[in-house]
């Protein structure tokens, strides 16, 4: 994608214009009598469908214009943006977000990175008429055996015949066409190759449906399989080249590791915004009150554990445009521990609603279905487990990065409102890095934190700060250790390192965002007390005899959460007003 010099602020706008727009159009979640609202979404959940008033605003707004290029009709320039378009769909639905958008977004991205120029074209119009998409990624070792199975090809002719079963596909009975993956069968070697198809109408010969699956969460998207036995394919249905699909994949699960957990963030905040609705509704001699310090400390992490989440998902996104080399890294980091922190923030604002966080209708209801909705994002074979194997293999390459300086590294990485973009460069996800930007430039950053006059805040981040660099140190000891020994079992002391890692990444993402902030002084973000419970929140996970973070600067975060709650605006840095 190429965008147009001084097109990104004009882009910008626009972006928070359908923002805007989308959020005015849904209404008040709260609200009963909205159509839109919680009740109808829950009564859509409880018949496991997608709820029809909802599909037909996506329709009016052109969603699925936010996922084609520009340069083909569409309006996708920056994933970034794309992502905040999509949390305020997740904010209300997770099934409607997958099963509406993700979803087909998962296949075309594919498209994008590797389609030949017809196959974008028409892959463009399916999608900008309204059509959807299915794929079918190939398993990985260690992967979910709820999604295990796949296809094989053998030659015939001058095309291929296709044979396999995949058991749970999301849309795939709504799809207009499919992304398969097939590996070459029996002896024949080479790798996968990658096919685009148009979904069969059923009887075709060598085509069968599989039932619909029930699942605990997601339960408006429709899971089922499909089953080809002899199935011809030709030639001009192979997306990229023979055996190029682990290419492919190469280059698409990096923008999809990044943007869908972005994406689902707006479930999260869902199910806090929950939690303090139900804390507000108690009086002061209640446990649920927020007279509590139980539950001023369950909702004031849990916007600390948004705010982390979205920093490292920012600048991994942003990355994906400015340093996609260091892309791949940064996006598994982000697929591995934003499921992982979400899911259990969840839980811990389950102990503030009690009983009702297990309520199927009135006005917490929907907090269980963000509780059920949450873990079922993160599998998949780029979900979390996929993505811990690949921070592994990250940790190999890492005492071999050296640190860049800091021109290398743009502001704009770390920008929420940041400037122009360059378009996305899929080619350049697949080459090697020889830098570690942000743990690069931690140490400036440090030095930043370090130097700052200010109040008891400022002190503490940069105490802060300080014992991330320590930790930091002691992690690039460890992985030179385990290179170096040949004993035991390594895989299991690199799955301990890579949580380490993907939290110091999280740190560094936080310092950095703070760093350069680009807004008005008085802003929320322009001040410490975030990056300091943030740090707090990261540090206590690495060692827990770390220091509790000031009393003010919880009591900041407290104040930032309620008015926002009261100002109905989003828990993210961007805190954009919804439903209004």
Same mark, same amino acid.
């Given at each position: 994608m190429s965008v147009a010099a001084g097109g990104a602020d004009l882009d910008g706008a626009a972006v928070e214009e359908r923002i805007a727009r989308l959020e005015h159009d849904w209404g008040d979640l709260d609200d009963p009598g909205n159509p839109l609202g919680a009740q109808q979404f829950m009564a859509a959940d409880a018949e496991r469908r997608l709820l029809p008033a909802a599909e037909r605003l996506l329709d009016d !707004?052109?969603?699925?214009?936010? $996922?084609?290029?520009?340069?083909?009709?569409?309006?996708?320039?920056?994933?970034?943006? /794309?992502?905040?378009?999509?949390?305020?769909? !997740?904010?209300?639905?997770?099934?409607?977000?997958?099963?509406?958008?993700?979803?087909?977004?998962?296949? @075309?991205?594919?498209?994008?990175?590797?389609?030949?120029?017809?196959?974008?074209?028409?892959?463009?119009?399916?999608?900008?008429?309204?059509?959807?998409?299915?794929? @079918?990624?190939p398993e990985p070792a260690g992967g979910n055996d709820f999604l295990q199975?796949? $296809?094989?090809?053998? %030659?015939?002719?001058?095309? !291929?015949?296709?044979?396999?079963?995949?058991?749970?596909?999301?849309?795939?009975?709504?799809?207009?066409?499919?992304?398969?993956?097939?590996? %070459?069968? &029996?002896?024949? &070697?080479?790798?996968?190759s990658a096919f685009l198809i148009g979904t069969p109408e059923p009887g075709t010969p060598g085509y069968r449906p599989l039932p619909r699956r029930s699942t605990v969460g997601l339960r408006g998207c429709l899971v089922n399989g499909l089953e080809f036995t002899g199935y011809p394919l030709t030639a001009d249905q192979l997306l990229g080249p023979p055996h190029g699909a682990a290419e492919l994949a190469a280059r698409a699960f990096p923008v999809i590791r990044c943007v869908g957990p972005s994406m689902a963030l707006g479930c999260a905040d869902t199910a806090l915004r929950t939690a303090v609705a139900f804390a507000r509704s108690h009086r002061s001699r209640s446990r649920a009150s927020l007279h509590t310090p139980r539950t001023r400390a369950a909702l004031i992490d849990? !916007?600390?554990?948004?705010l982390l989440c979205d920093a490292l998902a920012l600048v991994a996104t942003r990355a994906l445009h400015l340093l996609p080399r260091e892309g791949p890294a940064l996006s598994a980091v982000v697929k591995y521990l934003l499921p992982t922190v979400l899911n259990e923030m969840v839980y811990d604002?389950?102990?503030?609603?009690?009983?009702?966080?297990?309520?199927?209708? &009135?006005?917490? @209801?929907?907090?269980?279905?963000a509780a059920r909705d949450l873990p079922m994002i993160g599998l998949g074979p780029v979900g979390s487990t996929a993505s811990r194997a690949a921070i592994v293999t990250h940790l190999g390459r890492l005492p071999r990065l050296r640190a860049p300086g800091d021109?290398?590294?743009?502001?704009?990485?770390?920008?929420? $409102?940041? %400037?122009?973009?360059?378009?996305?460069?899929?080619?350049? /996800?697949?080459?090697?890095?020889?830098?570690?930007?942000?743990?690069?430039?931690?140490?400036?950053?440090?030095?930043?934190?370090?130097?700052?006059?200010?109040?008891?805040?400022?002190?503490?981040? @940069?105490g802060y700060a300080t014992a991330l660099d320590a930790e930091l140190a002691r992690f690039r000891r460890a992985c030179a250790d385990l290179a170096n020994r040949r004993d035991g079992s390594p895989e299991v002391r690199g799955y301990a390192l890579a949580e380490r890692y993907a939290l110091i990444v999280a740190g560094a993402a936080c310092l950095g965002v703070r760093r350069h902030h680009s807004g008005s002084p008085d802003d929320f973000l322009a001040g410490p007390a975030w990056a300091v419970m943030v740090l707090s929140r990261i540090l206590r996970r690495l060692d827990p005899g770390t220091p509790e973070p000031p009393r003010l600067g919880e009591e900041r975060l407290l104040a930032e959460l309620l008015h926002r709650f009261d100002d109905a605006r989003s828990y993210d840095l961007y805190a954009t007003l919804i439903g209004r």
């Open positions: !707004f052109r969603l699925n214009a936010e $996922f084609v290029p520009r340069e083909l009709g569409g309006r996708l320039l920056r994933l970034d943006a /794309l992502a905040r378009v999509m949390r305020s769909v !997740f904010r209300r639905d997770a099934s409607l977000g997958l099963g509406y958008g993700m979803s087909t977004y998962m296949a @075309a991205a594919v498209v994008w990175a590797g389609g030949s120029a017809g196959q974008r074209r028409d892959t463009a119009e399916l999608l900008l008429s309204g059509g959807r998409m299915a794929c @079918a990624y199975n796949g $296809f094989t090809t053998a %030659p015939h002719g001058d095309g !291929f015949l296709l044979d396999g079963r995949k058991e749970a596909l999301n849309n795939a009975s709504r799809a207009a066409s499919l992304l398969l993956f097939a590996h %070459p069968r &029996g002896d024949a &070697g080479g790798g996968p849990a !916007f600390t554990d948004l604002l389950s102990i503030v609603l009690g009983s009702e966080s297990y309520a199927s209708r &009135g006005p917490y @209801a929907v907090f269980q279905k021109e290398e590294v743009p502001a704009a990485l770390f920008q929420p $409102f940041g %400037p122009e973009l360059p378009g996305p460069r899929p080619e350049e /996800l697949t080459r090697p890095t020889d830098v570690d930007s942000l743990l690069g430039t931690l140490e400036s950053t440090l030095w930043q934190a370090s130097a700052a006059d200010g109040g008891e805040l400022e002190k503490a981040l @940069a």
